[in-house]
Nanobody, 129 residues
Framework: DVQLVESGGGSVQAGGSLSLSCAASGNLGYTWIMGWFRQAPGKEREGIASTDNDGSSTYALSVKGRFTISHDSTNNTLYLQMNNLTPEDTAMYYC????????????????????????WGQGTQVTVS
């Protein structure tokens, strides 16, 4: 199994920045996808950014140009740099991962779906005021 632990959430004023981290333990294999989701109160969980073993990235329109996803293979940690935050970004943020070769599908469809990911972290809260 793979365990994911997020950190870096907190409170920030509108226009500010936050960086989230997701430490992954366990082996996803050679082909994998990792992503970030968020869920605001009363709303469905939204896939906002993903990356894969090829180093490609996909973003939801709601965050494109403001958020950057990256993966450090030396410590198997996923990051999400969030800039120019707005109150609409307030949500619980989740890290997710899967060992299947789905990066191409995500890039082709441009949609990051929950059922692509088997492993999930517990989430970290981001509040923008």
């Amino acid at each position: 199994d793979v365990q994911l632990v997020e950190s870096g959430g907190g409170s920030v004023q509108a226009g500010g920045s936050l960086s989230l981290s997701c430490a992954a333990s366990g082996n996803l294999g050679y082909t994998w996808i990792m992503g970030w989701f968020r869920q605001a109160p009363g709303k469905e969980r939204e896939g906002i950014a993903s990356t894969d073993n090829d180093g490609s990235s996909t973003y939801a329109l709601s965050v494109k140009g403001r958020f950057t996803i990256s993966h450090d293979s030396t410590n198997n940690t996923l990051y999400l740099q969030m800039n120019n935050l707005t109150p609409e970004d307030t949500a619980m943020y989740y890290c997710a991962a899967d060992g299947r070769e789905l990066g191409g599908l995500i890039r082709t469809l441009g949609v990051i779906k929950e059922h692509y990911f088997e492993f999930w972290g517990q989430g970290t809260q981001v509040t923008v005021s």
